[in-house]
Structures are given as structure tokens and as C-alpha cells.
């Protein structure tokens, strides 16, 4: 163990996103000393390619809007199993965190009378999306970036955590590598924050980059922590899909916020066929009155293709299915027909989302003030991840938090966009500071020199294989695998399948071999995080198994309704003694009274 | 489908060669999409950055053709492939592997200029009010993705390899970024005059040119400091008596 290059800090945050960022922050503004880990340089992580906007109550564009609204709006959106208590704190605590970025440098789009202005989404009552054009979180990671580096945090960039250490049930720290040179590095720490965000590279089509492997789902996993929500994965409605090698890309919601409209083959705007009854009395029937609320109509209600995303991205799929799809398989998303609407169309298209136009223009050849582009649905986002303290965002195991996409509670059986951003910087911060009360509160918990053995020959077990497979060709095979078998819509005997497939690719894993050194060898990397994307793979399998009904992002082919009964609990992952998955059905503390009234209020 | 060859730089630290890969390409393709392949089929350990594959996060930077571009905004349809394309890593900064270079000087770069300042919040609530034409001045400059494509370019680091004395385009931009944010109060004038060596770019806008967000770096972020330098420092009088001096220069 003495081999290794050892850091010692009282705060170790896993991930330099927007939560790992805010928690760095907050921790080390309680005046404890801080490291951010992350497996890129920072400013790259995944954070930094948030759209649409960041959700809070502000209310500068609606005086209508309050942390009620905004409540009982992430409450009917996560289909009631959220953590009240999460919902709650973040509806109350976004508009603080948004203005305290502008205090820290960020620069928003502005109403008329200077203020930060705000924009329509789905599945938000008001315009609410304090945002920059669409490259929101650009804005977000640049202004959290460049504020943490003023303040004396020691940054771990190109670092990957391959396992959490323990003294018995506390945390004790992290053991990683350096990719550059490939050497081991120990961090002892007093408390860790998890911030590494989602698992989208489970699946072949997704909008997530390669550092969504699971990583802090799978670590936590393995250090005996508790996970929920595992079967809500969010399927974005609208991702690119041609040409193929852009398959998946996102495309913003906030093109259908600035007006954008989903047709099928015949011209048809298939999204108010089917409008679900929660949601008919705040949706327009008619195209014109649809069109009045995205150019800021107060009296005007939202266009149904502003409907929460499991819903838009199942309608998609209905279409495509049933042959109204478009020539390589979505529908179309036209921003372009605002032209019959508007003077300078083409101007404000280019003005409002400058980077949808950049990258249809560069990728597919599509000038989207022109033409309609092609859509259809792409993984998006985890809502699932690690079950914490609603308050203080720790795990079951001491001195572990949690936050950001790595956590869960929040968002319950569905994310409302916007509500990721704001969801980093509250949960983030709460994290950072009751991470740094638990340092201050407890001593460095002593390193097992036989944890830290085994995760190293672990991790090096590849070096050691001349398998003849390498690790890209099982991760395709898996990837292929869940978009099959448990995407967008499930059955039984596809999961019961996919679980014995898991199985196989486990065995495969074992075997899989890299070649060349360790300094920076993404093949060696690959076939480290390969085990992550299994663990995950199989959580959300049989958690989706777990929940015989559909709700929120979750869809049954064979129990295509929601049932009342899956509505009271959580299905909670853990790892059993003997090293096996164990789930279990949690029940949803009781609401305290003045939140059901707010909710029925809303409804 | 049809093949074609790229000629990618292997090696480590600076020592290495060309090495020549053909794959299949297929339609939409982009150069990063090619290297992934190969990666994949070929070289499970060749060195690349990249992360959203969409021009957003500035990872993937490198010079294809001999120009810097971005690998995942690079079409294969804008490149000749009866040639092999070559793909090499950015010159100015130290190699690491492969396609992979040590930015790491760009970081120190940014902790070294004093940070955003706000002047006292404009409303009780403590928010500020700020003009949207305001804002779009500053969010050209925000635009940026640090991809350090226009540092590689500067011959001022480039061939030079002053990284001591200029802080180089990126970080004129970011400091444009803050002296023009109306709300900012800190002064980083002297500074770009002595530490940030803003002298010593001569407006070649070869920058400006490399751009992936096409932020007009010379024109609307070099030339302005540029002036604001000009107008602390050498105020008309002096001016007026180097002239006379003969000391102008
Ligand atoms: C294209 C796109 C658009 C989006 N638009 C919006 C939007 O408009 N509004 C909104 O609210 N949300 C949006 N989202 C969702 C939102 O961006 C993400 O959920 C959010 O940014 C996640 O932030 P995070 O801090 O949890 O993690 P990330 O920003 O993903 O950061 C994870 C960090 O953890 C590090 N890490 C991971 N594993 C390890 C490990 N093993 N060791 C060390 N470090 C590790 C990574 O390197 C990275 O630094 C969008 C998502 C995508 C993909
Ligand atoms: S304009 Fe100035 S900063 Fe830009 S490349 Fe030329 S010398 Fe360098
Ligand atoms: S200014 Fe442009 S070229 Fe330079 S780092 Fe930023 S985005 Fe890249
Ligand atoms: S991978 Fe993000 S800019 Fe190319």
C-alpha cells in the first residue's frame, strides 16, 4: 500500500460537473480542505452540454409563478414518487441558487426591463427556464469553473475513481488512476461526495458522452450503499437521427419551446391526439392558441407538444410504428414554419438557438430556418442513482453523499427538463456543506490495506489476459443489448432474457484483454468501466422487472396502465452480503399536509 | 460502402510516427466518428480526447489536414479521401500521446486573472439589471468552448513559444469577457499591458479564422483591450510629445 501516491483531504468530490462543482464550492467555503476528481478536464463534463435552461421560480417573466407551482409541477411530473422533501427544498432553494451564478459571473439572457429572462418547457407551468440561447450549460460549468479555481480546491483532472474505500461502514476515501501515466493515487478523506453523474452509455442510442458509464452508481453499489428509481431511465423525445453517426445527438426541447411543432409523414400534428386527462386542462386544442403561449400569451395554455418527455417520445414511437414516421425513422420537428408568423424568422431562429442551427447546418446539412429536421427518441437521463437523506444528501453509508444525476429523489418517475441544472446547483451545495460538517465532525477513517490490494488487481486484470476479444466489442454488444430488450417500451420475457444476457456479457467481461501500456489507454479504461455498465445494466433490468405497471418513464408493454398501487412505494437496489442484487420495495414517507394541499390546488 | 485511409500520429511524448488505417466510412461521417472505429477495431489504445461529439465541450481538438479543427465537427464529405487524411495533435502545447497534447498551461493561465467582481447588486433582492444588447457583447465571448484551437495557431506561442509572456487568444477573449460585463468593477488593464503581454500580438486574426464558434476574437475582443491599454497608458499628450521626441514607436 505504501507504493502508492497518497492525498489527504477533509472533502473528496467525485465529479467536476455542475454538482460536483457547486459541492466543491460550498465545501470549501465551511473552510475545509477540498479535491475534485474528475475522469476529464474540467469544463468538459457532461454538464456542459445542458441546453435549454436551468429552472427556478423566478418569476420575472410570470408573477404568477412561485416555489409552489414549480413544486406541484416536478410532483405530477415525477408521477408522485419523488422525494417530497427534495422537491420541496428545490423548488424553494433554485431561484436563490440561479441568482447567486449571476453573482459569480454567469451572464443570462435578459427580460426587456433587464432582469434574467426565462423560457417555456415542458411540463412547467410558466416560463421558467432562466437560460443563455441553448447553451445553457456552458454557462453553468464556465461560472462554477471559474469560480472554484479562485478558491484554493486541489483539481484531480484526468483521474478516473475505480472504488470507494471503507472503515468498516464509513467512508474512508477513493482509490483511482491518472490517465496520463496510468499510476495508482489513494485519497484518504474524511467525507466523499459523489457528483459523476449518469449511465447513458448503456444504451447504443444516446445523447451522453463516454464518461457516462455508471461509475458512481457502480461505486456506490459496491460500498454497500442503497439505490432507487433504478427503472426510470428518461428516453428524450427528440435526438438526431440521420445521418447515422449523429444518431442520438440532442436536439432541445427549447425548440419546441420557441414554437417548434412535431408532424408525422402526412403533415399532421399527431401530438394533440392523444393528450393524457392530468394534463388536458393545461393543454391548448388548438394549433393558434398553442402558438399564442410560446410567444408569451398568459392566457393561452401550452401546445401538446410541450407535454412531459415519456409521453412525446412514446407518441413518437407510436408514429413511426405505425408508418407515419419519417423517411429514416422519427418524425419531423419544424421550427422553420414560423416564418407564416413572424418578420425575420430566420434571424430569430439563429438568435434563440444558435447552436441547433450550428449543428444541424454542420453535421446533416439542414438550415432549420428552411427546413424541418428529423427526430426521434435518444437516452437521455438517469433519474435513478443513489438513495440519500433528502436534507443533507448522505447515503446509507456514513460520510457518503450524493448529488446530482448520480443521486435519485428528485425527479421520481420523470425529470421535468430544466429541472437537471437546477437539481446540481441545490443539491450540490447541500451536499458540499453537510459533507463538510461531517468532516469536521469525524477524523480520517483508516485505510484496508487489502481493499486498496484488490481494487488495483482488479483494475489490472486486463494486462494480465491475452483475451482475444477487446473490451469495445462487449460494450457495443451490451449497448445493442438494452436498447432492445429494456428501452423505451418493456416486457417480461425481454428482461428475463436481458438479465441472462447480462450473465453472458459478465463471463465475456472476465475475459476481455487490452493490449499496449498504461499511460493514457483508453482501451484499458474502457474495459474498467465495462463492469460498471453491467452493474447498471442489471439494476435497471431488475428493477424494471420489480414495477408491473407504466408510469413515467417506466413503460410496460404488459401492464400498459398505472396502478395505484406501485404509486406508494420506491424500488430500492442494494447489494446483499453474499455479494448477490437485492431489491426491495420501500414505501414513500407520508406528505405532510400543506404540500397535498398544494398539490391539489394545482391540479 | 467504400474505405478510406487516416494517417493518424502515434507515439508518445513527442517521439513517434505516422501511422496508416483504413476503414469503412459511411454517410454523415465525421472525422471523429473514423478515429472511433479504428479505435474500436483496430487500436483499442489509441490516445483521444473527446466528450459531447456535438462541438460543445472543446475536447477533441487537433489538426486535421494540417488545419486545426475540431474532430467531431469535421465532416469526411469536406475532406478529400482519395488521399489519406493526416491527423496530428496541436503543436503549441506539449504531447502527451498520441492525439492528445498537455493543455495544462491553459489552466494556470486562467487562475492567474483576477476574477469576475460584481459592483453592489442593483435591487433590494440583490440581482442586477443588465440591457440585453449588454449581455449579447459579452455572451460572443462566453461562447467559447476552451477548445484552444486559436492558441495553436498563434505563432506567438506557436512558433515562438512565449507562453510566459502572452497569455494567448483564449484568455484575451476571457478577460474581454470580463472587462466588458457591465457589472464588473475589477481593473485587469495593467495587467494585460505587463503579465498578459497583450503587445505582443500583432492582429494576424489567424485566431480568428480557427474559431469553431466563431467568436471575432481580434476584432471584438483584442482590438477593444488593445485600445483600452492605449487609452490608459498613453494618453494624448504623451503621445503627442513621443511624436515630437521622435520616440514614437
Ligand atoms: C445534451 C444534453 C442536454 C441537456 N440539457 C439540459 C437542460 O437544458 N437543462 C437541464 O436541467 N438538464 C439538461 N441536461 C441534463 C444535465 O445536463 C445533466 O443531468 C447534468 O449536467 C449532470 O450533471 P452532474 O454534475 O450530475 O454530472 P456531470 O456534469 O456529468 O459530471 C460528471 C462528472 O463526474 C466525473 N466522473 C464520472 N465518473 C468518474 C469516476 N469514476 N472518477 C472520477 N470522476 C468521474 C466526470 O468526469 C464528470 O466530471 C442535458 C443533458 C444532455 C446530455
Ligand atoms: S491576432 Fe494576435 S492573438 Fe490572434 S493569432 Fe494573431 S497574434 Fe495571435
Ligand atoms: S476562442 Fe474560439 S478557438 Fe479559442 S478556445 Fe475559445 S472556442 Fe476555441
Ligand atoms: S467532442 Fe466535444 S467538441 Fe468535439
Known amino acids: ?603 | 460502402m467504400s474505405t478510406a485511409t487516416f494517417r493518424i500520429w502515434r507515439g508518445e511524448k513527442g517521439a513517434g510516427k505516422f501511422q496508416d488505417y483504413t476503414t469503412e466510412v459511411s454517410a454523415g461521417m465525421v472525422v471523429l466518428d473514423a478515429v472511433h472505429r479504428i479505435q474500436a477495431e483496430q487500436a483499442n489504445n489509441l490516445a483521444v480526447r473527446w466528450n459531447c461529439k456535438a462541438g460543445k465541450c472543446g475536447s477533441c481538438s487537433a489538426e486535421i489536414n494540417g488545419m486545426p479543427k475540431l474532430m467531431c465537427m469535421t465532416r469526411l464529405n469536406s475532406l478529400p479521401l482519395e488521399k489519406p487524411v493526416t491527423i496530428e495533435p496541436m503543436k503549441a502545447f506539449p504531447h502527451v500521446k498520441d492525439l492528445v497534447t498537455d493543455v495544462s498551461w491553459n489552466y494556470s493561465v486562467k487562475k492567474s486573472i483576477a476574477k469576475f467582481k460584481p459592483r453592489p447588486p442593483d435591487a433590494p433582492d440583490g440581482t442586477w439589471r443588465m440591457a440585453q444588447k449588454d449581455a449579447d457583447r459579452v455572451q460572443e465571448f462566453r461562447k467559447c468552448i476552451e477548445c484552444f484551437l486559436c492558441q495553436d495557431v498563434c505563432h506567438v506561442l506557436r512558433d515562438h513559444q512565449m507562453h510566459d509572456q502572452f497569455i494567448g487568444p483564449r484568455f484575451l477573449v476571457y478577460a474581454a469577457a470580463l472587462e466588458m460585463n457591465p457589472l464588473d468593477v475589477q481593473d485587469r488593464i495593467p495587467a494585460l499591458r505587463k503579465q498578459y503581454g497583450i503587445g505582443l500580438c500583432n492582429i494576424t486574426k489567424c485566431c480568428t479564422k480557427v474559431c469553431p464558434e466563431s467568436i471575432t476574437i481580434t476584432d471584438n475582443a483584442i482590438i477593444p483591450l488593445k485600445e483600452r491599454v492605449v487609452d490608459r497608458f498613453f494618453d494624448p499628450m504623451t503621445k503627442l510629445f513621443r511624436v515630437f521626441s521622435g520616440s514614437a514607436r
Request: charged share 25%.
Open chain 1, 1 to 603: 500500500m505504501a507504493e502508492h501516491l497518497t492525498h489527504e483531504h477533509d472533502v473528496l468530490v467525485i465529479g467536476a460537473g455542475g454538482a460536483g462543482l457547486r459541492a466543491a464550492a460550498e465545501a470549501s467555503a465551511a473552510g475545509v480542505k477540498v479535491a475534485v476528481i474528475s475522469k476529464s478536464l474540467l469544463g468538459k463534463a457532461h454538464t456542459v452540454m445542458a441546453e435549454g435552461g436551468i429552472a427556478a421560480a423566478l418569476a420575472n417573466v410570470d408573477d404568477r409563478d412561485s416555489w409552489r407551482v414549480h413544486f406541484a409541477d416536478t410532483m405530477r411530473g415525477g408521477q408522485y414518487l419523488n422525494s417530497w422533501r427534495m422537491a420541496e427544498l428545490h423548488a424553494k432553494e433554485a431561484p436563490a441558487c440561479v441568482r447567486e451564478l449571476e453573482a459569480w459571473g454567469a451572464v443570462f439572457d435578459r427580460t426587456a426591463d433587464g432582469r434574467i429572462l426565462q423560457r417555456n418547457f415542458g411540463g412547467h407551468r410558466y416560463p421558467r427556464l432562466a437560460h443563455v440561447g441553448d447553451r445553457t450549460g456552458l454557462e453553468m460549468i464556465r461560472t462554477l469553473q471559474d469560480h472554484d479555481v479562485h478558491l484554493g480546491i486541489d483539481v484531480f483532472m484526468e483521474y478516473t475513481v475505480v472504488s470507494l474505500l471503507k472503515d468498516g461502514d464509513r467512508i474512508a476515501g477513493a482509490f483511482g488512476y491518472e490517465r496520463e501515466r496510468g499510476r495508482f493515487h489513494l485519497f484518504r478523506a474524511k467525507s466523499v461526495v459523489l457528483a459523476t453523474g449518469g449511465i447513458g452509455r448503456a444504451y447504443k442510442i444516446t445523447s451522453n458522452s463516454w464518461e457516462y458509464t455508471g461509475d458512481g452508481h457502480a461505486l456506490a453499489y459496491h460500498a454497500g450503499a442503497s439505490l432507487m428509481d433504478m427503472e426510470f431511465v428518461q428516453f428524450h423525445p427528440t435526438g438526431m437521427i440521420w445521418p447515422p453517426s449523429v444518431r442520438g445527438i440532442l436536439v432541445t426541447e427549447g425548440v419546441r419551446g420557441e414554437g417548434g411543432v412535431l408532424r408525422n409523414k402526412d403533415g399532421r400534428r399527431f401530438m394533440f391526439d392523444d393528450v393524457p386527462p392530468a394534463y388536458a386542462n393545461q393543454t391548448s386544442n388548438t394549433e393558434e392558441e398553442g402558438w399564442r403561449y410560446t410567444q408569451g400569451d398568459k392566457n393561452a395554455r401550452r401546445p401538446p407538444e410541450l407535454l412531459t418527455r415519456d409521453h412525446v417520445a412514446r407518441c413518437i414511437r407510436r408514429e413511426v410504428r405505425e408508418g407515419r414516421g419519417s423517411p429514416h425513422g422519427g418524425v419531423f420537428l419544424d421550427i422553420a414554419w414560423i416564418k407564416d408568423r413572424m418578420p425575420n424568422a430566420a434571424e430569430h431562429i439563429k438568435k434563440k438557438l444558435p447552436s441547433m442551427y450550428h449543428q444541424f447546418k454542420q453535421l446533416a446539412d439542414i438550415d432549420i430556418t428552411a427546413e424541418p429536421m428529423e427526430v426521434g427518441p435518444t437516452t437521455h437521463y438517469m433519474m435513478g442513482g443513489v438513495r440519500v437523506d433528502p436534507d443533507s444528501q448522505m447515503s446509507d453509508v456514513p460520510g457518503l453523499f450524493a448529488a446530482g444525476e448520480c443521486g435519485a429523489g428528485l425527479h421520481g418517475a420523470n425529470r421535468l427538463g430544466g429541472n437537471s441544472l437546477s437539481d446540481l446547483l441545490v443539491f450540490g451545495k447541500r451536499a458540499g456543506q453537510h459533507a463538510a460538517c461531517y468532516a469536521k465532525e469525524n477524523s480520517l477513517g483508516v485505510i484496508n490495506s487489502g481493499q486498496v490490494a484488490a481494487a488495483e488487481k482488479q483494475a489490472l486484470a486486463p494486462f494480465e489476459r491475452d483475451g482475444a476479444e477487446g473490451p469495445y466489442a462487449v460494450q457495443h454488444a451490451l449497448q445493442d443489448m438494452m436498447q432492445d430488450l429494456v428501452g423505451i417500451v418493456r416486457q417480461e420475457k425481454e428482461m428475463l432474457l436481458a438479465l441472462k444476457r447480462i450473465q453472458e456479457f459478465k463471463a465475456r467481461a472476465e475475459r476481455v484483454g487490452v493490449t499496449g501500456n498504461r499511460e493514457y489507454n483508453p482501451g484499458w479504461h474502457t474495459a474498467i468501466d465495462l463492469n460498471n455498465l453491467l452493474i447498471v445494466s442489471e439494476m435497471v433490468t431488475r428493477a424494471a422487472l420489480e414495477r408491473k405497471e407504466s408510469r413515467g418513464a417506466h413503460f410496460r408493454d404488459d401492464f400498459p396502465v398505472k396502478d395505484d398501487k406501485f404509486g406508494s412505494f420506491n424500488i430500492v437496489v442494494r447489494k446483499g452480503p453474499g455479494g448477490e442484487m437485492h431489491i426491495r420495495r420501500e414505501p414513500i414517507p407520508e406528505m405532510p399536509l400543506e404540500l397535498k394541499q398544494i398539490i391539489e390546488e394545482m391540479k
